[in-house]
């Protein structure tokens, strides 16, 4: 079964507000990941946040980690048009299997 | 940098054929995964391998086979293929644990 589940599967905002999107998962983690994918495109890497770490930022994009909830968030600020895209969690559980699972992931349209 | 490297990017097979798929990779990385990515479902990991020589099962391994005789290169092979099998899929790449993964661009397979 997949390790990491996104809220809401599917988000739809005006071109300039904040879209936030929640993923929670199952087991203890070593690290969380959050990926963009364009359509029919593949992933591309957005920021990777250790279990001990409670927030980073990169940009416009800003992660939070809460390990006692088993649950991320990823927020977008300001969004663009080029943002329009689906966005996934991945966890490398801490159990040391080296596997990477990833949530079905939150498809976002911004709209203009 | 090429980085992550899938061949073919499309193929159309009869039921019951059998087809390999090639992921090379040019960063020096130990890690390789093999991901499917079907409507709703997310990536779910099929096989994955953590060094030269080594494969593992991932979370939908049943009918296909994975071969790292180099570690460059992860093989992924279909004996008998299904309609089933129908799908997206992704290799990725990465290098230490607690590092981001490098995806593919994707092979579309289509059986018929």
């Known amino acids: 079964s997949q390790q990491g589940e996104e809220d809401p599967q599917a988000l739809s905002i005006q071109e300039g507000e904040n879209a936030t999107m929640n993923c929670s998962y199952k087991?203890?983690?070593?690290?969380l990941q959050w990926y963009r994918q364009n359509s029919g495109r593949g992933l591309v890497h957005l920021i990777l946040i250790r279990s001990n770490e409670r927030e980073k930022h990169s940009g416009r994009l800003r992660v939070t980690l809460d390990t006692s909830k088993k649950s991320s968030s990823l927020l977008i600020t300001a969004s663009r048009a080029a943002d329009t895209a689906s966005y996934f969690c991945?966890?490398?559980?801490?159990?040391?299997?080296?596997?990477?699972?990833f949530g079905k992931g939150t498809r976002l349209h911004i709209l203009p | 940098n090429a980085g992550v490297t899938q061949t073919p990017k499309f193929r159309v097979l009869k039921t019951g054929q059998s087809m390999t798929l090639l992921c090379a990779q040019d960063?020096?990385?130990?890690?390789m995964y093999w991901y499917r990515q079907d409507p709703g479902m997310g990536l779910r990991l099929i096989h994955y391998s953590v060094g030269e020589g080594t494969t593992a099962k991932g979370e939908v391994p049943d009918g296909y086979n994975v071969s790292r005789l180099k570690k460059q290169n992860f093989l992924l092979g279909l004996e008998s293929a299904a309609p089933s099998q129908t799908s997206v899929y992704f290799c990725?790449?990465?290098?230490?644990?607690?590092?981001?993964?490098?995806f593919g661009q994707g092979t579309r397979l289509t059986v018929v």
């Open positions: 990725a790449s990465r290098g230490p644990s607690n590092t981001e993964a490098f």
């Open positions: 960063m020096n990385h130990e890690y």
């Open positions: 087991t203890s983690i070593n690290n």
């Open positions: 991945a966890t490398d559980a801490m159990n040391r299997d080296d596997k990477i699972i």
